[in-house]
């Protein structure tokens, strides 16, 4: 076994704690060295909730000189995110950044290069594809190509209440499009984007997409956005993302279509079925065959530990997770990239690739 990981979280704000709650499962492995926030109380008192031997800093780049941590988990504003990763990068420091990673693939790009250059563990923190249910389904979509087949189509649907989130405050950064590298897609829409390409199977082609910018948003944040997708195996789709929906709890929805299967999570937990052995020939029968995928009441199974145990198996085996690499979620930061182009100039947008 190797020595135990000393990990730093960058910002102490609101998921930080999703993110450290997680430590004390694994406390053989790694412990939180140190927290930074700019905001010093909110350091000291995620810091005192951790307990022990626990160092808090107001500048990040102090607590690389002086905790001197091996990994950072980056969960700080997303116009940040570039900036600070490529720092602890170049200081030789591992990085577990937050979704989106970053708010350009340019800036993705850089990223990966300090990183491979350094020989570092960079992993993008879109911890649903860690969970157990989503875990469950794609082991069920990748036992046999009959399962769910290939993807044809699929919608994907995002509600949020702003006013819930920020609290009705308006000088939110999640609201500013040049802090939050975007608008309701960035900030809500990209944890089901992201799930469509590794439920999916097929990464994103090119899209065309319309919205608006209404208030409380500013600087070129959409409220709301349509979006019509065209994957790379030819599947088509859309997403309907809209976070001006005023009295309604947050809700993101999506229905995937293969060949031989679908996969639900819409108003409750997620669901899969196949026609293989099990078609739907009578009207009646069309609710017959699905099966649920739960997630686990083991904490140790929440998606935020398992991804806190992958990253610490990245950096301290070399066991490097199959996705949330620079390289597989590139496309991903890339779709967002093409959704911002197409809702500046209302025109068709490839997807680049990395
Ligand atoms: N995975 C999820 O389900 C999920 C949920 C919520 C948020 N997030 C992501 O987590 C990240 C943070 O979101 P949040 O909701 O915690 O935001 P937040 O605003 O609650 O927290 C951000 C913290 O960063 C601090 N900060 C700002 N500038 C700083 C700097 N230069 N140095 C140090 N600290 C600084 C702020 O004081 C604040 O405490 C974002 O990327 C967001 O998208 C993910």
Not at 189 to 207: C, K, M, S, T
Not at 298 to 320: C, E, M, N, S, T
Request: aromatic fraction near 8%; charge should be neutral; include cysteine.
């Amino acid at each position: 076994m190797n020595k135990q990981l000393k990990i730093a979280i960058i910002g102490a704000g609101g998921i930080s704690r999703a993110h450290t709650n997680a430590f004390p499962h694994f406390r053989d492995r790694l412990a939180l060295a140190a927290v930074c926030d700019t905001n010093e109380p909110a350091a000291r008192a995620l810091a005192a909730e951790y307990g022990q031997n626990v160092s808090v800093f107001t500048d990040y780049r102090w607590l690389l000189s002086n905790a001197k941590p091996d990994a950072v988990i980056i969960t700080l504003p997303h116009f940040l995110h570039h900036a600070v990763a490529k720092d602890c990068l170049a200081a030789g420091v591992h990085a577990l950044v937050e979704k989106p990673i970053t708010c350009t693939g340019t800036e993705l790009r850089e990223l990966n290069t300090i990183a491979r250059r350094n020989n570092l563990v960079l992993l993008a923190g879109q911890m649903r594809r860690f969970g157990a249910a989503v875990t469950k389904v794609k082991a069920w979509r990748d036992a046999s190509p009959t399962n769910f087949g290939e993807l044809r189509s699929f919608d994907v649907v995002v509600q949020v209440n702003i006013d819930a989130y920020t609290g009705g405050k308006t000088g939110h950064w999640i609201l500013d499009g040049a802090k939050a590298g975007g608008g309701v897609i960035a900030s809500f829409g990209i944890h089901r984007v992201d799930l469509v390409r590794h439920l999916g199977g097929a990464d994103f082609a090119e899209v065309t997409a319309i919205g608006r910018f209404d208030a409380p948003f500013t600087n070129r944040a959409e409220s709301q956005a349509s979006v019509l997708f065209r994957m790379t195996n030819g599947a088509t789709g859309t997403l309907h993302a809209n976070a001006l929906a005023p009295r309604t709890p947050f809700m993101d929805s999506f229905c995937l279509y293969g060949t031989h299967g679908t996969i639900l999570e819409v108003a409750g937990p997620m669901r899969y079925a196949t026609t293989t052995g099990a078609v739907t020939k009578q009207w009646g029968d069309q609710h017959n065959g699905f099966v649920e995928a739960t997630d686990s009441t083991d904490p140790k199974d929440d998606a935020f530990a398992r991804q806190l145990l992958a990253f610490a198996d990245a950096v301290q085996f070399g066991i490097i997770p199959p996705f949330n690499t620079p390289e597989e979620n590139f496309n991903t930061i890339a779709c967002m990239d093409a959704i911002a182009e197409s809702l500046r100039t209302g025109g068709t947008v490839k997807v680049a690739k990395l």
